[in-house]
T-cell receptor, first 113, second 116 residues
């Protein structure tokens, strides 16, 4: 695609429910990142995929968070048993191997009520 | 360990004044460095990047940044602020993370306010 696409753009969910956020990176980009942006908190790194290497999961805040990347392309971030503190904008970015600049999607705004 | 430090979470300038947003990185080898901008309710977009060519890098909207290895800095400047420059600015560094892989790490961001 022309850019990084994220869906849904907005998601409201009840506390305790599971949610899935999708990211479709730029075609050919081998590196994919997930970040979380809360009000006044900057960009919080969550997870990084690079080609066939094992993902860097060091930023995932708890075991309720997981992500996968199928076929080196589309990625899904899953949050189980959502809590109110999970409310944030979740941003996905992709880049060519990671050494070049990353291109961001518009984000998914998650609200847990 | 923090790879990127942005000094000042909030900077306020008058319209027409110099904009200076500070970024320092920690790296034993010259990294790749970036500045991104996020306008209200929008995604992040690239302002400029340093990839070991010229140390003074020019970006969009009149912004530029200078890579200073001796100071491990990559400060962002603009001679004359416009109201439309009000946004959050993020410095980022791409560092080798093993094999042929690099990983992008962001600073915490600096919110720029431009006063009329």
């Amino acid at each position: 695609g022309a850019g990084v696409s994220q869906s849904p753009s907005n998601k409201v969910t009840e506390k305790g429910k599971d949610v899935e956020l999708r990211c479709d990176p730029i075609s050919g980009h081998t590196a994919l990142y997930w970040y979380r942006q809360s009000l006044g908190q900057g960009l919080e790194f969550l997870i990084y995929f690079q080609g066939n290497s094992a993902p860097d999961k060091s930023g995932l805040p708890s075991d309720r968070f997981s992500a996968e990347r199928t076929g080196g392309s589309v990625s899904t971030l899953t949050i189980q048993r959502t809590q109110q503190e999970d409310s944030a904008v979740y941003l996905c970015a992709s880049s060519l191997r990671g050494v070049t600049e990353a291109f961001f999607g518009q984000g998914t705004r998650l609200t847990v009520v | 360990a923090q790879s990127v430090t942005q000094l000042g979470s909030h900077v306020s300038v008058s319209e027409g004044a110099l904009v200076l947003l500070r970024c320092n990185y920690s790296s034993s080898v010259p990294p790749y460095l970036f500045w991104y901008v996020q306008y209200p309710n929008q995604g992040l977009q690239l302002l400029l990047k340093y990839t070991s060519a010229a140390t003074l890098v020019k970006g969009i909207n009149g912004f530029e940044a200078e890579f200073k290895k001796s100071e491990t800095s990559f400060h962002l400047t603009k001679p004359s602020a416009h109201m439309s420059d009000a946004a959050e600015y993020f410095c980022a560094v791409s560092r080798w993370s093993g094999g042929s892989n690099y990983k992008l790490t962001f600073g915490k961001g600096t919110l720029l306010t431009v006063n009329p």
